[in-house]
Structure formats: C-alpha cells, structure tokens
C-alpha cells in the first residue's frame, strides 16, 4: 500500500491524554512539597515582583535569524532561576503558573486545548525544577554549589518541556523521525542554556550590591533600543530577501507554466498564512481562474478561505481589503469568523489600469498573530509583481497559442496539424487508418474581391464552426491555408473515410447571410489516408491537396488520392521549362470549334483553344498548361500565340471568301496589362483583320481584382472595335452589376447549367434568366456545353441566339475544321451572295 503523501493528522483533542500526564506529574512533586511546609506569606512583596517578571518575560518573545533561520527566543528561563534563588520552591511553581495563565488567556488568547497543555507543561517543568532545589535546601547565593543547583534545576525544566512538547507532537501528529527531532530540540536545547547562563551572571551581581539593579535596569533599556532596531532590520531584510526569492522563483516558473503554483506557495510561505488565493477574472479565451495553496497540501485547492464577497469587493474598489481583529471592518471580521477563518487581506491584481483579479492571504499562522500593516504592504508589492507575472504568462500561452492556430477561426495552423498527424500516425493500430480530409472553399476569392475581405472573413468562420459542429468528437480541425481547411481522423478503412467527407461536405452547404446579402456555401474535398497514400504528415496533407485540386477541376464532390494524380501535380513541377521550348519551337497549336446560330443553323465563328501534344507525356490539360503559363510569366506569349493564329486563319478565311469571326480566351491577369490593348491593335493591323471579326472572351470574375485597371483595358479594347464576351456567366459572381459596369457585347452561358437544363428545373431557369436578361442589354447569348437534341431545342425554345458544343463539333485543327466545313454545310445563294447553312446538327 503506498504511502500518503501528507502527514498523518489525528485529532487535536489526543493532547488531552499528554495533559493528563503532565498534570499528574506535576501533583505528584508539589504535593510532598507543600505538606513537608510551606508557607504562603514568606517573602510576598518579592513574589509579586517575579510574578511581573515572569508576565513581562512569558508576553515577550524575541525572533532573530541565524544563517537564515528563524529562531523564537523567551526569556522565562531568567526570572525563573532568579525566583528559585529568592523564593520558595512551591511559591515560584505557584506565582509562575498564576502569570502563564493570565498572559495565555487575557494577551494571547490561546484555544482552550493548547492553553491547557502550555498550562500543564510549564506545571509540571517548574515543579521539577522547584523539587530539585527544594532537595538541595538550603542554599547560599554566593556559594558556587548554589549555581550548580540552580543549574539543574533549569536543565530539568528545559528538559520536561522538551519531553513534553515532543510526546504532543507524537501522539497529534504521528511519529516523529530522528532527523526531525534533532532540528527540533537542538535551539531548544541552546537558547534556554544561554538564558541560564545569563540568569547566574545577574544572581552574582545582584549579591554584590543592590544597586547594580539600577545598572542592570540602564541595561535592559539598552538591550531593549537594539533588539527593536535590530528586528526592524531583519524584518526589512527578510521581506527583501524573499521577495527577491519569490520573483526569481515567478520568474523561472514563467518558462514552463508553472507560475500559479510558485507564486502561491512562496507568497503563504512569505505571509506565513494559511491559505494564498490567486483569482483570476475571465479574459477573452481565459476562463475564470480560483486556485490556493494551504498549508501541508502539497496541490492546489479551486476554493478560497474567505468569501467570494471580499474578491468583489476588492475588486469594485479597487483597493486593498484588510480584514483583521485590529485592522477594517468588524462586520467583515465577524463574516469571515463564522466561516472559521482568522483574519486575511485581499489586493486587486492589476494590468496597466485594468484589474484582472485578486491576490489575497488568510489565516496568519500562530493562534496569537494576525496580519499587521507591513503586511498588506508586503502583499500588496507581491502583487504588483504577481500582476505583471500572470499578465506575461497569459501573454506566453498567447504567442503560444497564436503560434499553433489561426487568428481568424481559433482553429490549429498547419504546423500544429503536422505535429497532430505525427502523432497520430505514430500510434495507429491496423484496426484503423489516419484519414486527412482537406476542404477546399469554393468561391472566396470572388467573396473578397467583390464584396471585400472582410466578408470573405465571415464566410471563412462560418465554414468553419459548420465543419467543427460537423466533425467527429475525436476529429481535429484546423486552417492550413487561405481558403483550405484539414480534418484528420481515425476511420475503419478507406470506403468510411470517403463516407466521412460526403456527410461532411452535404452538412457544410447551405446559404450563409454576410450583411444583407446571401451566399452559398460551397467546397471540394480531397481524401487521403496513411499509409496508403503516404508514410508521413507531410506527405498525406501534399496529397489531400491533390486529390482537392482534382475535385475541382472535374467538378467532382469528393476525391480519393490516387498515384495518377500525383504523377500529374509533378508533371505540371516540370512543365514550366518545358512550356518555354514549346512555345519557341511552335509546338503549341490552336484547335477551333465552331458556333452556330441557332435561328438559321449558320456557321457564326470559332473559339481558338490552344493545344499541345508533348512529346514524352503526350497530350497536356489546357488547365495545366495555362496554370504553369500563369505562374511562370509566360502567359502573355501563349495568349499571343493563340491571337495571332486566329487572327491569321481569319485573314485567310476572308481571303477564300469566308467570314469567321474568331473568340479568344482572356486570363484576369491579362486584362491588368496595360499594354495589352496597344498589341491587339498591332496584330489587327499586321493581318488586316476587322476589329469586329475578333471577340475577346473574360470570366465573370476576371475585373474583380484590380477592377479600375481591368475596366480600363476592356475600354480600350472596345474602343479598338473589338467585341467582348462574359464566359462562364452564372457561375462565381456573375449579376447584374457586372452587366452594367463591363462594356460587353455578349454573355456565354457556363456548360454546366446548359448540360444540366433538360433534368434540373433550377438550370433551366437560372439558362431562362440569364437569356432574359442579355436581350434586355441587348447583349447576344451563347450557350456552351450543347450535346443533344433535347438542349437544343429547349435553347430554341427559350431565344439562345448561339450554341457551342459537342453536338455541332469538337475542337478541331485548321485542316480538320474545313474538311468539317465542307461535309456538314450546304451553299445556298442569296442576295447578299452564297451562304453555307449546316445541313444537320450530327
């Protein structure tokens, strides 16, 4: 059975038993000496004389420090080796017993089980004492046999007290060890020696003339002056010194958060109390903090020694509140004595102007001290110190916390997700896998640009109280990115990882208000898992964030990584030099796909797409190659690749006597080149090509960015002739507003929406607006993503003015694209000269 880490306390009321022996002792030596004669009236003026010095010497006890300890010294022992040399035995037992009784219960006002122990104890010493004097009558004061007398007889007293002190202890407390009681009795054993020795000196001058008291009188006065200063000196000393201790100790504590505990055990070790409270006042993620140190309990208690009413109080004041027997209130005094309390002192903690708290101190330790005015003082400095310290080591915790979690969601940071996934993978079992689900906001970027950063912040910790709310109990979310938010978790197997983000995802759409407008919520989630997909944190999160760019680019809910992905991720890491060489050796070619008219079937032009079939990897993604382009600053040679061969197939086709005005893609980036417009114009003018054959198409979002540098360019572009086109409208912030501001001629309506209108109503109304809405700008409308007949009839239906799509062709080659010509139009002559018209859609 372990041992407890406290001491075994027993019931103060044992003490009794020691009494008991003590008082029998006592009976059984003053007894024989009273009956074998003793007479009550002998020498009573000298009697009262030892009787007020045995009040002075019992009321008065002197502290001093040796090599830092504390040592308590009484001068009873010296009156009382005066009065066995001067008076009877039984009469110094009867007038020491009369004083200790009165100073005990009048000035110190001791409990009743201690005073009565004190009583008998001090009974039972000065009746051995007198008995060994009374054995060696009579005695001469001058005669060197007289001073060993009196010499025994303090040595026994001393030594019955001893006795008795430590049988207390053993019986209340439990044993005592060697050790504890050798430190114990050694200052127990030397002071009362010295005090002896001192009596004896004052016996002998007191024989060689009475008038040496007045000497001994100039003396005491003496002695008196110098131990005061000397005890102001100490105590000075003292409280500097373990003030210094305490805020080295504070201060250490500070760097491994432990500063709660060290302040409040060092500040009841320096009030000698009780109980040290520290309470701390709720503060923005810190909660309400009550903590103390009690005597003997080695932890911290969450309860205080006084009432809550006397933190506020302290508090509203803010001020020092004393509650003491000569100190504050009496009302206070007489509250805090009914919940069994002595007396305590409350000091607002404060930071700068603000108070953040209480430090406080109760119950003064000894039965007869109470807390004084130096005191609060003290407190009061400790906690000016304690203000500061707790006020850092909340500042630490902060950068501590602020170091691992996001500032905007509260949520762990990449780093703190890292150092979680390691642990995690660390001790996984086979049983399970460690799932990383990676989030991907849809859309934030149009949020901020459009609405601002402050409500792309709303949106942002909406996700993600929905995704924590969402989340597994044992699920850790964080914010690694900008708009990408991690979940990692313990699954059964893949299949329930995939399953854990699906109802993830569906429970995290849904509108969210920002201001009075509503947006939808929307993400792409990425899923891998250890250790298929990878053996360390760092790589598990590189892959989620594959698998998520994937889902977005195929539009996909939910993807699992899979190696092919990740062939592609690093592919597009070498792209970028080769993209260069392609671009200087031509090897980059534009495909074209018609569109046509859907009121006469009427070929009305082409899109220019780039395309570039790579010699090792074979066909690379439009997608890729323009992100690379994007990135590396080589964007603007692909754009006027693309431009320059449309412009060129153009002039040719005018040439053979055909008009097909051709689109070319815009990226947002290109529209805040100021220069752009000035090339446009040059390459018209290099293949005399009419500003009005070539349409420049931008995304909805594309003037979103940098709108006063975007608008600018498209201005000027429009003043050029050129025709401008809305791609993708109805997806990221398309509206209204943007019809109005941009200078367009035509709206192309997202593939998505056209693709979906035959089965989902919403598509096909939101196709219905937006063709409602051009007509009234008077925009033309084109449909993309037309692959049926059912689609094309519903855009007939409805007034689309063009489709794009795979029903009519895919992106074909120069040569293809006439071979296609030819096949699927017939010529039919005019007035205004021979048109071709498809002949059927295929």
């Known amino acids: 059975m372990p041992r407890s880490r406290f001491p075994l306390r027993r019931s103060p009321q044992l003490a009794w038993y020691v009494t008991a022996a003590l008082l029998l002792l006592a009976s059984v030596i003053a007894v024989p000496m009273g009956v074998a004669g003793w007479h009550p009236a002998d020498r009573w003026l000298t009697a009262l004389v030892f009787f007020g010095l045995f009040l002075a010497a019992e009321a008065v006890v002197l502290e001093f420090d040796f090599r830092r300890q504390a040592m308590s010294v009484s001068l009873a022992d010296i009156p009382l080796v005066l009065a066995l040399a001067y008076l009877p035995p039984l009469t110094v037992v009867l007038v020491r017993f009369v004083g200790l009784l009165l100073v005990h219960n009048l000035y110190w006002r001791t409990p009743p089980v201690k005073l009565c122990f004190n009583l008998a104890a001090k009974l039972a010493s000065t009746s051995v004492a007198a008995a060994v004097v009374f054995v060696n009558s009579p005695m001469a004061a001058d005669q060197p046999r007289s001073w060993a007398v009196l010499f025994a007889a303090a040595t026994a007293n001393l030594l019955v007290s001893l006795a008795a002190v430590m049988g207390v202890i053993s019986v209340v407390q439990g044993g005592t060890s ?34 040496s008291l007045l000497l001994l009188a100039v003396m005491t006065i003496v002695l008196v002056r110098v131990y005061r200063a000397y005890a102001r000196f100490v105590r000075q000393h003292r409280s500097v010194t373990e003030l210094y201790d305490l805020t080295r100790a504070v201060e250490e504590a500070g760097r491994d958060g432990t500063v709660v505990d060290v302040l409040l055990a060092r500040t009841r070790e320096l009030l000698r109390a009780d109980y040290a409270t520290l309470w ?89 001290a109470s807390f004084g005015p130096d005191d609060v003082r003290l407190l009061e400095t400790v906690a000016a110190h304690a203000g500061v310290a707790v006020e850092n080591s909340r500042l630490v915790d902060r950068l501590r916390f602020d170091a691992q979690h996001d500032a905007l969601t509260a ?53 993600a109280r929905r995704l924590r709310d969402s989340a597994p109990p044992a699920a850790l979310v964080g914010r690694i990115g900008g708009n990408e938010f991690a979940l990692t978790v313990r699954a059964a197997n893949i299949e329930a990882a995939v399953a854990l983000a699906v109802k993830i995802r569906e429970s995290l759409q849904g509108p969210v208000a920002v201001g009075a407008l509503t947006i939808d919520v929307d993400c792409a989630v990425g899923v891998a898992v250890h250790p298929t997909h990878g ?13 998520t760019h994937a889902a977005k680019v195929r539009h996909a809910a939910v993807q699992l990584f899979s190696a092919s992905l990740e062939s592609r991720s690093v592919r597009r890491v070498g792209l970028a030099d080769e993209l260069r060489r392609a671009l200087d050796a031509g090897e980059l070619r534009v495909y074209f796909q018609p569109k046509v008219g859907l009121r006469d079937r009427r070929l009305v032009g082409v899109e220019c797409l780039a395309r570039w079939e790579h010699p090792v990897h074979g066909s690379v993604a439009p997608e890729d190659f323009v992100a690379v382009a994007e990135h590396t600053g080589q964007l603007g040679r692909l754009t006027e690749v693309v431009l320059r061969e449309g412009l060129r197939r153009a002039r040719e086709w005018e040439d053979a006597g055909r008009t097909f005005p051709v689109s070319v893609n815009l990226s947002p980036t290109t529209l805040l080149d100021p220069t752009f417009p000035a090339q446009v114009a ?25 709108p006063d540098r975007a608008l600018a360019t498209l201005h000027a572009l429009r003043e050029l002739g050129v025709r401008l086109s809305v791609d993708d409208f109805g997806t990221g912030y398309s509206s209204l507003g943007y019809l109005q501001r941009l200078p367009v001629q035509e709206v192309k309506i997202d593939r998505t929406f056209v693709q979906g209108m035959t089965t989902d109503p919403g598509d096909l109304a939101i196709v219905r607006t937006v063709v409602d809405l051009s007509r009234h700008f008077g925009l033309s409308v084109v449909a993309e993503g037309v692959e049926s007949e059912l689609t094309l009839g519903l855009l007939e239906e409805i007034g689309c003015d063009v489709g794009q799509g795979f029903l009519f062709s895919r992106p074909l080659p120069y040569e293809r694209l006439d071979a296609w010509y030819a096949a699927q139009t017939q010529a039919e002559s005019t007035p205004a000269g021979e048109v071709r018209w498809l002949r059927a859609v295929p």
């Open 178 to 211: 060697a050790r504890e009681l050798a430190r114990t009795a050694a200052p127990g054993l030397v002071v009362p020696m010295i005090n002896v020795t001192v009596s004896l000196i004052i016996l002998l001058v007191l024989q060689q003339s009475m008038w």
């Open 535 to 547: 053996a360390d944190s760092a790589t598990l999160l590189q892959h989620a964030d594959a698998a």
């Open 682 to 706: 040059e390459l018209l003018r290099e293949y005399a090509v009419d500003p009005a054959w070539l349409t420049l198409e931008i995304t909805a979002g594309g003037a979103v960015g940098d």
């Open 411 to 463: 949520l762990p940071n990449r780093r703190r997700m890292l150092n979680a996934l390691d642990e995690a993978i660390k001790v996984q079992t086979p049983e399970d896998v460690v799932a990383v689900l990676l989030f991907d906001v849809a859309r934030l970027r149009h949020v901020n640009d459009s609405l601002g950063y402050g409500a792309g912040d709303e949106l942002l910790a909406e996700f």
């Open 280 to 368: 701390l006042t709720a503060s923005g993620r810190h909660p309400e903090v009550l903590l103390s140190a009690r005597v003997e309990y080695r932890g911290l208690l969450d309860s205080a020694a006084t009432p809550d009413d006397f933190r506020l109080l302290a508090v509203e004041q803010n001020d020092t509140l004393v509650v003491a027997p000569r100190l504050g209130s009496e009302q206070l005094l007489r509250k805090l004595r009914a919940r069994g309390g002595k007396d305590a002192i409350v000091v607002p903690l404060r930071s700068g102007e603000a108070v953040i708290g209480t430090l406080e101190v109760a119950g003064r330790l000894g039965d007869q």
